[in-house]
């Protein structure tokens, strides 16, 4: 089973809101990552759990804030967004964050920001 | 030179056709490589890793040149449902802090009846 999960599928929310993004898997991976992707552009590193632990902040502004739980869960905690981080937010695992361990992602949350 | 490069496309083929797709990466110690497929408003999957040896799964050929730093992804025989786009991600660095996934922009491919 290469299944990750991520909730809710879809998220409205204005400028003042706090909301926040869940993420699961129950593959045993211990790495687990946060990405933004815009239309059209490929997917843009956020943040990199491994073994729990945040291990990279690609200089993501303090308003998106990680969290990692457990072992299997991973939230991303959004706080005064703006209308420009509106875009699908993915979520993806691997078996640890080395170098021939290919990435499994979740569905996306598709996040529009008013 | 960017990191990672790929065909720009979009390339639109009939069905049958075979297609090829390349990439080019710029820093000669990247380590592995893959490529994924993306339906439109949908998650990446990854469709194989590509190993030095080059390998195969059913209608999809990968290779990599490491001399030239380029991988390269063929399909043949292509279906409809062959139509995404194609990322092609390079691995560079370590783990911990030193972890670096590039994508490409992607290849947007179409294939028509």
């Known amino acids: 089973d290469t299944e990750v999960t991520q909730t809710p599928k879809h998220l409205v929310m204005g400028m003042t809101n706090k909301k926040s993004l869940k993420c699961e898997q129950h593959m045993g991976h211990r790495a687990m990552y946060w990405y933004k992707q815009k239309a059209k552009k490929p997917p843009e590193l956020m943040f990199v759990y491994s073994y729990e632990k945040l291990s990279i902040n690609e200089s993501v502004p303090s308003r998106f804030s990680p969290e990692c739980p457990n072992s299997s869960l991973l939230n991303l905690h959004l706080h005064a967004l703006q209308p420009e981080d509106s875009a699908l937010y993915l979520c993806?695992?691997?078996?640890?964050?080395?170098?021939?361990?290919?990435?499994?992602f979740g569905p996306g949350t598709r996040l529009t920001v008013t | 030179r960017k990191e990672v490069e790929q065909d720009p496309g979009p390339f639109n083929v009939p069905e049958g056709a075979t297609v090829a797709f390349n990439c080019t990466y710029s820093?000669?110690?990247?380590?592995?490589f893959f490529w994924y497929r993306q339906d439109c408003r949908k998650e990446p999957k990854l469709l194989m890793s590509v190993y030095s040896s080059g390998n195969e799964d059913g209608r999809f050929t990968a290779q990599l040149n490491r001399a030239s730093q380029y991988i390269s992804l063929l399909i043949r025989d292509s279906k409809l449902s062959d139509s995404a786009t194609y990322l092609c991600?390079?691995?560079?660095?370590?783990?911990?802090?030193?972890?670096?996934?590039?994508f490409g922009k992607g290849t947007l491919l179409t294939v028509n009846p």
């Open positions: 991600v390079v691995f560079t660095g370590g783990g911990g802090s030193n972890y670096k996934l590039t």
């Open positions: 820093n000669s110690a990247s380590q592995s």
């Open positions: 993806a695992s691997s078996h640890s964050d080395g170098v021939n361990d290919e990435q499994y």
